[in-house]
């Protein structure tokens, strides 16, 4: 599974939507974002291997800002709920930043 919170800077006070292609044929995700200026990833591939990730945040202004990264899932016996919690508890930890910050125009 993977988890991973993204974070982003905006100088106004906009309502944002966040679309992410998880890179693995699955249909892209919106993702409505209301304060906070962060939201959580959580996305189970159909099969163990490398793909990209795509993020792309816009604001109600036109400010759009967009960031990849490479996601490596490896094949393992199948999680318990717990243990994805524990995954999703500890790559927020880790990634705290995220994709990096990226500043909408």
Avoid at 83 to 99: P, V, W
């Amino acid at each position: 599974m993977l988890c991973r919170l993204v974070t982003f800077a905006d100088r106004g006070k906009d309502p944002w939507r966040a679309t992410v292609d998880f890179g693995d044929g699955s249909a892209p995700k919106t993702i409505e974002v209301h304060g906070g200026r962060q939201f959580l990833l959580r996305h189970r591939c159909a099969q163990p291997g490398s793909y990209t990730v795509t993020v792309t945040v816009r604001d109600d202004d036109g400010g759009v800002g967009m960031a990849s990264f490479e996601a490596r899932l490896a094949e393992r016996a199948q999680p318990s709920p717990l243990d994805a919690f524990a995954l999703c508890r500890t790559t927020r930890r880790i990634n705290r930043t995220g994709l990096g910050e990226w500043l909408l125009p």
